[in-house]
C-alpha cells in the first residue's frame, strides 16, 4: 500500500529529476554494499560491529534506524519540492561505526524475515550465513537491472519496513500534537517582500500590512509581519494561515513532516489518476 503511495509520488517526477534520483540513490546503494561487504568478509570488523549494536538500548536502535530513515526521506524529498528543502541536518550525518551498526541491523531484519534459520545458530556461527544470504541478495538484485524499479523498488522498500520499524517503538516517544519549532536556520533563511497593495491583514495580530512595508514570506507565500512571524515560528513550525510545516530540528518530527509530504503527492498522483 505504502509502496504503491510512494512509487506513485515519485511517478510525478520528470524524467531528468528520475534520473537524478536514480543515480543518487543508486550511489548510496553500491557505497551501502561495499560497506556491508567488507563488515561481512572480515571477522573482527564484523564482532566489532556486532557488539556495538548488542551494546546499545532499544531507544538507542530506535533513534539510529530514525537518523538513517531521516536521511533516506530527505534524499527521496528534496528531488520533489524546494520548500521541503532542509540545511543539512546535524542528525543525518552518520558516524561510520553508526552507519555499520545501521546497516547491519538492517541487513539482520532482512535475514530474520527472508532466512531465519541463519539466526537460530549460535551468533559466532551469524558472520558465515549473513555473508552467504548477502552474495545471493546481491545476485538476485542485478540480474533485476538497474532500472528506475530495480533501484528505486529496493529502496522505498527499505524506506517503509525503518517507517513501521519507528513508528512502532517510536510512537511512545512522540507525544501527540505535541508542538515543535521551526529550525532555526530555516528562519533564518526566510526571505522579506515588499507588501504591493495594503488592506490585507496579518493573521497572527489582526492588523493591516500596509503598503511598502517589508513583511515575512513562509515558503506557502502567506505574508505575516516580522514581528508577529519570528516568535510563533520559535513556538511551531506550522503556517497559521494554512498549516504549511517549515523544517523542524526534531529527527521524529522531520520524519512525521517528510513523510506526509511524500504521501500527500502519491495520494494526489493517484487520486489525479483515477477522475
Ligand atoms: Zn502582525
Ligand atoms: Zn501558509
Known amino acids: 500500500m505504502e509502496e504503491t503511495i510512494i512509487m506513485a509520488a515519485l511517478s510525478t517526477l520528470t524524467s531528468p529529476q528520475l534520473t537524478d ?10 557505497n551501502h554494499r561495499s560497506r556491508l561487504s567488507s563488515l561481512l568478509c572480515s571477522p573482527s570488523l564484523f564482532s566489532l560491529t556486532f557488539h556495538h549494536l548488542h551494546s546499545l538500548t532499544l531507544t538507542q536502535k530506535t533513534f539510529l534506524i530514525s537518523k538513517h530513515l531521516l536521511s533516506s526521506l530527505h534524499d527521496l524529498t ?19 561505526r553508526d552507519l555499520d551498526a545501521a546497516l547491519l541491523l538492517i541487513f539482520l531484519c532482512d535475514v530474520h524475515q527472508e532466512n531465519p534459520e541463519i539466526l537460530e545458530t549460535p551468533h559466532t556461527e551469524w558472520r558465515e550465513g549473513l555473508s552467504k544470504h548477502f552474495s545471493e541478495t546481491v545476485l538476485r538484485q542485478t540480474s533485476i537491472g538497474v532500472h528506475y524499479g530495480g533501484v528505486l523498488l529496493p529502496y522505498v522498500e527499505v524506506i517503509i519496513r525503518c517507517w513501521r520499524f519507528v513508528g512502532m517503538m517510536a ?27 495594503g488592506g490585507e491583514e496579518c493573521v497572527i495580530c489582526r492588523e493591516e500590512m500596509s503598503e511598502g512595508r517589508d513583511v515575512c514570506e513562509l515558503p506557502c507565500e502567506h505574508l505575516f509581519h516580522w514581528m508577529c512571524i519570528l516568535p510563533w ?24 513532516r517528510l ?9 494526489g498522483a493517484l487520486n489525479g489518476e483515477c477522475t
Open 78 to 96: 528534496r528531488h520533489f519540492h524546494p520548500t521541503t528543502l532542509v540545511p543539512p541536518h546535524p542528525y543525518t550525518t552518520f558516524k561510520h
Open 233 to 256: 515560528l520559535k513556538k511551531t513550525n506550522t503556517c497559521p494561515c494554512c498549516r504549511f510545516q517549515l523544517p523542524t530540528e526534531d529527527v521524529f518530527g522531520e520524519i512525521e
Open 171 to 197: 510512537g511512545c516517544l512522540v507525544k501527540e500534537g505535541r508542538e515543535l519549532a521551526a529550525a532555526p536556520a530555516v528562519v533564518a533563511a526566510l526571505q522579506g517582500v515588499e507588501v504591493r497593495r
Open 259 to 267: 513523510w506526509s509530504v511524500l504521501i500527500k503527492i502519491g495520494d
Open 21 to 30: 534520483i536514480t543515480s543518487s540513490i543508486l550511489s548510496q546503494t553500491v
